[in-house]
């Protein structure tokens, strides 16, 4: 199978970024220095506490000291976060599970286990509770931004792209037709899974399955898959798409045809796969099943209409989601 692609691909200008609010540096910076504030109380003075709740001091007082640093040190990561919350999503994300299982645990603490009183359950309301609606919102924020930012990076290629006449259809109802022949009809969503255990190819899968109705209006979808038409189907059927045409590429020919390369170790394993690996894991239900095809090949997706490329997206690492619908529309 041999397909070139476009020499040159430009993107198209977007507008510019959601625009930060100002109030989320001025908390950011406010529950860093309150962070800093709280874990020097706790190095510097480790029995005011004990003594404020009417506790003893507990036998190793250097562990709640350990506990002092380390809030202190989320103060810093905070500081550093305000200057660009979208960017630094992360650090708000950790802060902000810190502040739900603080209050999680205190409930087990008093309430189950009967270990601490009620009155320790105040340090709660300006450790936690008070941050809980703030954190949430910039969070939400940073979502919106990194959405936006994907449609941003939908590339609209200037040259036309040489036939994918090589680019037979395995399995379907257009099965034996190259997708350069069925571009011809109208526009075709090319759309190149990972290997076929991933969580971000499952993701995917679900989709291209919410997000069908809108993207057959325009174009024709057609999956490429590293594995067997008859696993890539099974597959697919698992999600409602066992009558989508399929491309098996085993070789991997048109996915470097397209310039989908093997992912380095950020793309494939960074802090931004991992947690948006928990995220469309364990809370959208998209677990990770065996290893189908080649691990360390990254994904992508293209609109081709008339044998011409006319939108693409390539995966920055493994975790990116492309706005299908976006890029189907004109």
Not at 288 to 308: C, E, H, N, T, W
Request: contains cysteine; charged residues 20%.
């Amino acid at each position: 199978m041999c397909v070139q692609t476009p020499s040159r691909i430009e993107p198209t200008p977007m507008p510019d970024a959601i625009p930060q609010p100002r109030w989320m540096p001025l908390c950011l910076r406010a529950a860093g220095l309150y962070n800093l504030a709280w874990g020097a109380w706790t190095v510097l003075f480790p029995k005011h506490f004990w003594s404020l709740v009417g506790m003893p001091a507990p036998e190793y007082l250097f562990l709640w000291q350990c506990i002092g640093m380390i809030v202190g040190v989320y103060g810093i990561g905070y500081w550093f976060a305000a200057g660009d919350v979208a960017r630094h999503w992360p650090i708000v994300l950790v802060g902000f599970l810190g502040k739900i299982f603080g209050p999680i645990g205190f409930v087990q603490a008093h309430f189950v286990d009967g270990a601490v009183p009620l009155r320790f359950g105040w340090t709660l309301i300006t450790n936690d509770l008070i941050w809980w609606l703030p954190f949430g919102a910039m969070l939400a924020f940073a979502y919106r931004t990194h959405e936006r930012e994907r449609s941003k990076r939908i590339e609209r290629p200037n040259d036309a792209a040489p036939p994918l006449d090589a680019a037979m259809i395995s399995d379907g109802p257009s099965r034996g037709i190259s997708v350069a022949a069925l571009s011809e009809r109208r526009p075709v969503l090319l759309v190149f899974l990972r290997h076929l255990g991933c969580t971000f190819c499952r993701e995917a899968a679900a989709d291209l399955r919410d997000r069908r109705g809108t993207i057959e209006v325009p174009a024709t979808i057609v999956v490429v898959t590293m594995c067997p038409p008859t696993e890539a189907r099974a597959f697919l059927a698992g999600y409602g798409l066992g009558d989508l045409d399929v491309v098996s590429d085993p070789d991997r020919s048109l996915y470097r045809a397209m310039e989908l390369r093997r992912g380095t170790p950020g793309q494939l394993f960074g802090p931004r796969v991992w947690l948006r690996g928990v995220v469309a894991g364990l809370f959208a239900g998209h677990l990770v099943g065996a290893l189908r095809g080649d691990g360390l090949q990254m994904p992508g997706a293209f609109v081709i209409s008339k044998g011409r490329v006319i939108a693409a997206f390539r995966h920055r690492d493994a975790a990116d989601r492309p706005d299908y619908c976006a890029m189907v529309m004109p």
